[in-house]
């Protein structure tokens, strides 16, 4: 994929977190993924652009009608049913990028996901199972929200080793964690992620700015997230240009210190058919 995407971006977010995981103890390494924390999470950088019709999402997961009610209200797409790699396959196929929740791990050199079966029930997904469900078709983001989807063999030399550099040979941009990470971190980076990569286009900008956010001198965790990029990929995504322009005027006032408030000001873009406030 070669220069910014046109247009809306189409995005599928897919939340696993297999029932047995509830029961575990809390004290437990594997944990349930908490499917509204996540979704909430994630909202505060989608909202805006899908009210505005500049992205359409529809979440993949596991929800109860007041969620899938609430997210209808605000535009989204739902899809409520167990998140099983042929459900994660079917629904793709609208869509050109991925944002996946899921546990991972990696052994014996490969990456594994933990999705679910048709029952809801845990079930684990090699590389090899993984890949040839993302289509032919070349993606504009995958964003792996799961633990060491970026790992790689130590000592190995083979740059294509591992699933992360496997996905990034069909998509433009490849967003996954090198280590284990805590989920609340997780979620820390993808909102900033989003939020940078939607207002400028550039998956660069956007996965450092995550970094930004969780880096602490005391620890690496701010270096787990790993951006994949494809030769003249960034940006990934062209902006919209009046949203674009009123946020770069808004930087220009604020340096300017004998303006009391300049902002916040209304903007309104229009299309055949929509009328949306910025």
Request: with cysteine; aromatic share 6%.
């Amino acid at each position: 994929v070669e220069g910014p995407g046109e247009g809306v971006f189409r995005l599928l977010g897919v939340i696993a977190s297999p029932a047995e995981l509830r029961a575990l103890p809390d004290d437990s390494p594997l944990k349930a993924i908490d499917i509204p924390a996540e979704i909430r999470n994630l909202r505060q950088a989608w909202d805006g652009p899908v009210q505005r019709g500049l992205m359409r999402v529809t979440i993949l997961a596991a929800m109860d009608a007041e969620l899938q009610s609430s997210l209808v209200a605000a535009g989204y797409g739902v899809a409520a049913a167990p998140v099983t790699l042929a459900a994660i396959s079917d629904a793709l196929s609208g869509f050109d990028s991925l944002h996946l929740i899921c546990h991972g791990t990696f052994k014996a050199g490969a990456a594994r996901l933990l999705v679910e079966d048709a029952t809801g029930r845990q079930c684990t997904v090699t590389e090899e199972e993984f890949l040839p469900r993302l289509g032919t078709r070349s993606l504009r983001l995958v964003f792996l929200q799961a633990c060491k989807s970026a790992a790689r063999e130590p000592g190995v030399t083979n740059v294509f080793s591992g699933l992360c550099p496997k996905i990034a040979q069909r998509a433009a941009a490849v967003i996954a964690m090198q280590d284990f990470i805590r989920m609340e971190d997780a979620a820390r980076f993808a909102q900033e992620f989003y939020d940078v990569l939607l207002a400028t286009g550039s998956a660069a900008q956007a996965a450092n700015a995550g970094r930004l956010v969780l880096f602490r001198k005391d620890n690496m965790n701010w270096a787990i997230p790993a951006l994949y990029l494809a030769p003249k990929a960034d940006p990934l995504w062209q902006p919209d240009a009046i949203l674009a322009a009123s946020r770069d005027l808004a930087a220009h006032f604020r340096e300017k210190p004998d303006l009391a408030a300049p902002f916040p000001i209304e903007v309104i873009r229009q299309t055949p058919g929509t009328s949306s406030s910025m």
